[in-house]
């Protein structure tokens, strides 16, 4: 599988508004440790599903160049960089996870 095909890490600054990554790539968690996701692991965001941000946890993503696992403290967003935080979905009931959110 192609890294760079993976959807792009979400993360969210102070105020909970939540971004794509500009080049880190989604990671989940599973164990206790990064573990990649394949297509079939994904699905289109439920409709009454919940996205939230886990304050004082930054985000974990994979590096699509390297396939090696980032923890991301802070994002450069035009002229200053501002910290960030992992992201998370609540999915509606009925559905079931296959990883929790890669956050350190």
């Not at 886990?54 to 035009?78: E, F, I």
């Amino acid at each position: 599988m192609n890294l760079a095909d993976l959807p792009h890490m979400l993360y969210a600054d102070s105020r909970g508004r939540i971004y794509d990554h500009p080049h880190l790539r989604m990671a989940g968690f599973s164990a206790g440790s990064p573990a990649p996701l394949v297509p079939a692991d994904l699905i289109p965001v439920p409709e009454f599903s919940k996205r939230f941000f886990l304050p004082g946890c930054p985000p974990v993503g994979l590096d699509p160049d390297t396939g090696q696992y980032r923890t991301v403290r802070s994002v450069k967003r035009g002229n200053s960089s501002t910290k960030c935080f992992a992201v998370a979905a609540f999915l509606e009931p009925g559905h079931v996870r296959t990883h929790l959110p890669a956050a350190d």
